[in-house]
């Protein structure tokens, strides 16, 4: 491979390190991202609790509207005493007046329980809301660096961007195609030989390839991690 193309390569590899690097520097930390996920849950939580509390609260309206209506059928069924003219007449309104009675008392059992279900809601919701606060408290301060460290690498990503495409004019575009081809590790995809292995993944190269590799009669890739293989003829003796 010519000097000046192998020269133009490893320039372009050079950035494109830096830019595997800083892309993975903008990356959310893992503990910041497990701090988001426990916010996107608790807050998912909170919202579920606040739906239940909002529907337990339309039913026990309902229950209360239920036992007004009981109690107003009371009070009628009451002041029907006063035009009760026959024995049968009063046991009728009677029965009527204990089943209405019975019923309020079922209702307003069920009317506590309601009550004090909300409150235990109430509570709960007051908790949960001052647990997200402190997450997201904790999370906000930390997120405040990152921006600002975001804005920053955003700077260098864009400078890099500029000088990589200063430096792809120079690369031949059938080789430039196959450099882009290749994976590589690490944002490494261009590795000197070091005593018969790659120098990226230390894996054995066959020695058909070893051979041509020396010569540069055709671009070498490595079987194991992809990268381009050159020839360094200075590392084929040292450990």
């Not at 930390?29 to 909170?46: F, H, L, N, Y």
């Not at 009675?101 to 279900?117: D, F, G, K």
């Not at 990589?164 to 080789?175: A, E, G, T, W, Y």
């Amino acid at each position: 491979m010519h000097m000046r193309i192998l020269e133009s390569l490893l320039e372009l590899q050079a950035i494109d390190k830096l830019l595997f690097d800083l892309q993975r520097n903008m990356q959310l930390p893992t503990d910041a991202k497990q701090q988001a996920d426990r916010i996107r849950r608790a807050r998912s939580t909170m919202e579920k609790v606040e739906a239940q509390h909002g529907k337990q609260k339309l039913d026990r309206r309902k229950l209360m509207r239920a036992i007004n209506r009981k109690h107003a059928e009371l009070r009628e069924c009451e002041l029907q005493f006063a035009t009760v003219k026959t024995i049968a007449e009063y046991d009728t309104l009677q029965t009527d007046i204990e089943e209405l009675r019975s019923s309020i008392a079922t209702r307003e059992s069920e009317l506590l329980t309601a009550t004090q279900a909300l409150d235990a809601l109430r509570t709960g919701i007051r908790e949960r809301r001052q647990q997200l606060t402190d997450l997201q408290t904790r999370y906000d301060a930390p997120a405040t660096l990152r921006r600002s460290k975001l804005a920053v690498l955003d700077a260098q990503l864009s400078e890099l961007h500029s000088k990589r495409d200063v430096v792809i004019h120079s690369v031949d575009p059938k080789l430039l195609e196959l450099y882009n081809r290749t994976r590589g590790r690490g944002g490494i995809r261009i590795a000197a030989t070091r005593r018969g292995a790659c120098g990226c993944c230390f894996q054995q190269l066959p020695p058909q390839n070893l051979n041509e590799a020396r010569h540069a009669t055709r671009p070498i890739t490595c079987d194991h991690c992809s990268c381009l293989v050159v020839w360094d003829e200075h590392s084929q003796s040292k450990p």
